[in-house]
RNA sequence: GGUUCCAUAGCUCAGCUGGAUAGAGCAACAGAUUUCUAAUCUGUGGGUCGCAGGUUCGAAUCCUGCUGGGAUCACCA
């Protein structure tokens, strides 16, 4: 094995990663008024890439006099080299062949910087690699720095909304895939140096949960959740269906007795007691509203012990009974300024075709609201008591035009926060019997669903005959640990925009690209860590001069990069990407483990070097999966 | 019909602002356990990147058109 003499020093950080002091007012100055990716980039933390990326645009400078935008990409595997430029552009500009331009910059990095190793070029790529010992300082530097803290938390302040459940039946698949997206969106955003509020709007009135309580005024027998055995949500949920029953069964004899289907949809008399019903809670009835909150308020334990087995939470809840009055001062408001105007029927509508959307009514004629209306109330009424820069609604894409109207009318009515204000719209989930509907009762429970796969962990793990025993308080946390992990994994690895698939088969798998792959990697390391734990100063102390192997050095590319995924993730509010990421670097710390061995590695440096890696690794994939909303086991 | 999103291996999905021979997992087949957890690893087969043009040194990626699918186009929420 190669021994290479320690070339690093303690000044490390400011000599050689880093540019030096006089170097980089040169480069400063040199690019100030020019576009050049890493030269801007000066200013912030360096990374390896940008102290790379820098001293090839100072080359290109100083060699050819022209000014370029580097971008560097890593090196495909079947090339030699850790990073690899492309400079076509350069070929046409200078008029050289591209082996030339190569060599040409190739030589001049060798001869002008410790960082590299070699290059090679084939084409319009220049491979470029690294020194061992950046690796190995690299590495240094990731394991003096806290696992994806170093991100300042200096970019404002967000608030994202989601959930927004209905208070008229138990949350379901579809509703899993918001909570998991909006939650980790949240943790990502705030991992990248945002203040983060987590809000949720409940959808507590209007005629669904009239549906239910007319349902249960007739049918319910004063039934309660204690005396069912049911769930608060669930029991709701139940009488929301009699509800369609009733209704379907009125229907069919008004039209059997001869009325339209139309006219019997809107004569049932279950219905007109249900529109009654809306009529009275607005009026405030006090016998209603006492109903109104004795069933809602069975919906809310039941919605709260849902929340917290799948592991969300918020920081505010707004009540839609509080806020769907809001938002008539803001018609008037807009009235007056001209950017709304009034119909003869007293109606009030704005023109939203400079956008290339249509007219959109705001107002009923009868000075009701509509949808929108609340909407737009409650949105200054959130910028108005939180003062977020930003704002994210994660809401299903079925909603796309609507929210493209209110950020319109947000913009045209002149508040400032309209520009901050994000719709994360993501696709349906499907079953492979096909869409999801509620009226067909194809909806898979959100609960039912949960449960089903805690008993699915129970029992792959007992057959695995990993647990010894099944029915500890320490293993029940382990299998809901599992089931979580690999549906939220299942859920948040596809980019939300997407329509996705959900195989209850596949959901439950724990195998390849799924969360319980990650956990398993986690409790790994973990369990040879428990053999060998080891103070931080001795790893420092002796990673200096060590050489790594292939495998080692991928892993300390891969944990390099983590804080870029996090922002990168933060900036395409896309959990997707972590997924991804986490995914890679469990993979490949599987691939380290096949080949080489920590405790039993007899070269100190290496064992001392090997335990300071994987304890990074671990921490890293803790971290990631944190953001995603998952937790990891210590073992399984 | 207008608007908008999507289309990549048998299946589920990656593929960042255009870069080298398009990648994973599952499924199939063949291997690996005296060694820190085999819920792991290695290998094999599998592709008209929906179709057709265009932009250029270079396109799964950008533009246009077409086909197929979803969503939406309510004085519902």
């Known amino acids: 094995m190669a021994e290479p003499k320690p070339v690093i020093d303690c000044n490390i950080n400011s000599d050689f990663l880093f540019c030096k002091t006089k170097e980089l007012i040169d480069w400063k100055r040199h690019f100030k008024s020019k576009k050049c990716n890493f030269a801007a980039k000066l200013n912030e933390q360096m990374d390896i890439l940008s102290v790379i990326g820098s001293k090839i645009e100072i080359a290109i400078n100083t060699l050819f006099g022209a000014n370029e935008k580097v971008s560097l990409q890593p090196t495909r595997k079947e090339f030699e080299g850790d990073y690899t430029f492309v400079f076509f552009s350069l070929v046409k500009s200078l008029k050289k062949s591209p082996i030339e331009i190569g060599n040409t910059i190739g030589t001049y990095l060798l001869e002008n910087n410790k960082e590299f190793e070699s290059y090679n070029v084939v084409q319009g790529f220049l491979n470029l690699k690294l020194k061992n010992e950046v690796w190995v300082e690299v590495l240094n530097d990731l394991l003096k720095e806290k696992t994806g803290e170093d991100l300042g938390n200096k970019k404002g302040s967000v608030m994202v909304e989601y959930s927004s459940p209905n208070t008229n039946k138990p949350l379901h698949l579809g509703h899993l895939r918001n909570n998991f997206l909006g939650f980790s969106v949240s943790k990502i955003m705030e991992a990248a140096g945002y203040q983060v509020t987590k809000a949720c709007l409940v959808n507590d009135r209007g005629i669904h949960i009239c549906k239910s309580m007319v349902a249960y005024q007739n049918f319910g027998a004063n039934e309660t959740p204690e005396s069912a055995g049911l769930k608060g949500d669930h029991l ?247 089931a979580l992990g690999a549906l939220k994994y299942y859920l948040l690895k596809v980019e939300p925009k997407k329509r996705m698939l959900f195989n209850p088969e596949e959901s439950i798998d724990f195998q390849g690209n799924t969360g319980p792959f990650i956990q398993y990697t986690h409790a790994r390391i973990k369990s040879i860590l428990r053999k060998g734990e080891i103070s931080d100063d001795k790893i420092f102390d002796l990673v200096g001069d060590y050489f790594l192997n292939p495998e080692e050095k991928e892993l300390v590319f891969l944990l390099k990069d983590y804080t870029s995924i996090i922002q990168a993730a933060a ?63 210590e073992r399984m």
């Open 236 to 482: 709701v949920g139940k009488y929301y269906v009699e509800f369609d029953k009733a209704y379907k069964n009125q229907i069919n004899s008004l039209v059997e007795n001869g009325s339209t289907e139309e006219d019997a949809k809107k004569k049932a008399p279950i219905m007109v007691e249900a529109q009654e019903m809306l009529l009275k809670w607005e009026q405030n009835d006090p016998e209603t509203i006492e109903l109104w909150k004795k069933l809602n308020g069975w919906v809310y334990d039941g919605f709260a012990k849902t929340y917290k087995q799948i592991g969300v939470e918020f920081d505010k809840t707004y009540y839609e009974s509080d806020t769907y009055l809001l938002g008539k001062t803001l018609v008037e408001e807009g009235l007056k300024n001209g950017v709304f105007y009034q119909k003869e029927d007293k109606s009030v509508w704005i023109d939203l075709t400079e956008e290339g959307l249509d007219h959109k009514l705001v107002l009923r004629g009868d000075g009701t609201s509509v949808y929108i209306t609340q909407d737009l109330g409650t949105t200054d009424l959130k910028f108005d008591d939180f003062k977020s820069d930003k704002s994210i609604w994660v809401v299903g894409n079925e909603q796309d035009y609507h929210f493209q109207v209110l950020f319109a009318i947000m913009k045209k009515l002149g508040r400032a926060y309209a520009h901050g204000c994000y719709h994360l719209s993501y696709g349906m989930v499907d079953l492979p019997s096909g869409k999801m509907k509620s009226r067909e009762g194809t909806v898979v429970d959100a609960d039912e669903l949960v449960s089903d796969m805690i008993a699915t962990a129970k029992a792959m793990s007992a057959e695995k005959g990993k647990i010894e025993d099944l029915e500890s308080e320490e293993s029940k946390r382990l299998f809901r640990m599992l």
């Open 571 to 633: 900036a395409e509010y896309s959990p997707a990407q972590l997924a991804n990421y986490t995914y890679e670097l469990a993979k490949t710390f599987n691939v380290f483990y096949a080949q080489h061995s920590v405790m039993n590695e007899e070269n100190e440096d290496s064992k001392y070097l090997r335990l300071g890696l994987i304890k990074k690794v671990a921490e890293t994939i803790k971290h990631a999966m944190g953001l995603l909303g998952i937790d990891v086991p």
